[in-house]
T-cell receptor
Framework: DTEVTQTPKHLVMGMTNKKSLKCEQHMGHRAMYWYKQKAKKPPELMFVYSYEKLSINESVPSRFSPECPNSSLLNLHLHALQPEDSALYLC????????????FGPGTRLTVL | AQSVTQLGSHVSVSEGALVLLRCNYSSSVPPYLFWYVQYPNQGLQLLLKYTTGATLVKGINGFEAEFKKSETSFHLTKPSAHMSDAAEYFCATYAGNNRKLIWGLGTSLAVNP
């Protein structure tokens, strides 16, 4: 299995809602990533988990809360988002050693009303 | 600090023509270089990577790239463009001894019939 899966594909939420994005990989990768991507722009790194520990937080607002329950799963909990948070949220994974290629999921298209 | 520059935010070619997408990097250490492609409303797909060894790297879908240390370049080429190659292309390298990718701004490739 060489896929990274993400659910849901699309999500519309109000500014007072709480929702979660989910990501799963079964490639035995030990690093997992959350990115935010605006249209026609490169992805912006948000969080990195390495061996299930948070290793990078790119000064992301606390309304985004990551969670890595095990080595195959990655969640992103959303609360009190702003309209400017509307974007494509991408999950990626890579092998445990550094400098390996990252494999991306199809993304969740998030719209905040 | 490492950086990536993609020359030309938009490239337009005719079907069957050569595709050349430019990527220059700055790095004080041997780089790890990647090309990704993103089709509309999809995640990013790895086209090819350079880590060490052979400087001419072959990837998927007929693409290849040549690592030229003297020119600090890693340009992406394909001998004959297909309509299905129309997409956004990103060049990336690792920022250092961590898991953070540095991205170019992307090149949008249009293929005309």
């Amino acid at each position: 299995d060489t896929e990274v899966t993400q659910t849901p594909k699309h999500l519309v939420m109000g500014m007072t809602n709480k929702k979660s994005l989910k990501c799963e990989q079964h490639m035995g990768h030990r690093a997992m990533y959350w990115y935010k991507q605006k249209a026609k722009k490169p992805p912006e790194l948000m969080f990195v988990y390495s061996y299930e520990k948070l290793s990078i937080n790119e000064s992301v607002p606390s309304r985004f809360s990551p969670e890595c329950p095990n080595s195959s799963l990655l969640n992103l909990h959303l609360h009190a988002l702003q309209p400017e948070d509307s974007a494509l949220y991408l999950c990626a994974s890579s092998q445990g050693t550094l400098h390996n290629e990252q494999f991306f999921g199809p993304g969740t298209r998030l719209t905040v009303l | 600090a490492q950086s990536v520059t993609q020359l030309g935010s938009h490239v337009s070619v005719s079907e069957g023509a050569l595709v050349l997408l430019r990527c220059n990097y700055s790095s004080s250490v041997p780089p790890y270089l990647f090309w990704y492609v993103q089709y509309p409303n999809q995640g990013l797909q790895l086209l090819l990577k350079y880590t060490t060894g052979a400087t001419l790297v072959k990837g998927i879908n007929g693409f290849e790239a040549e690592f030229k240390k003297s020119e600090t370049s890693f340009h992406l080429t394909k001998p004959s463009a297909h309509m299905s190659d129309a997409a956004e292309y990103f060049c990336a390298t690792y920022a250092g001894n961590n898991r953070k990718l540095i991205w170019g701004l992307g090149t949008s490739l249009a293929v005309n019939p």
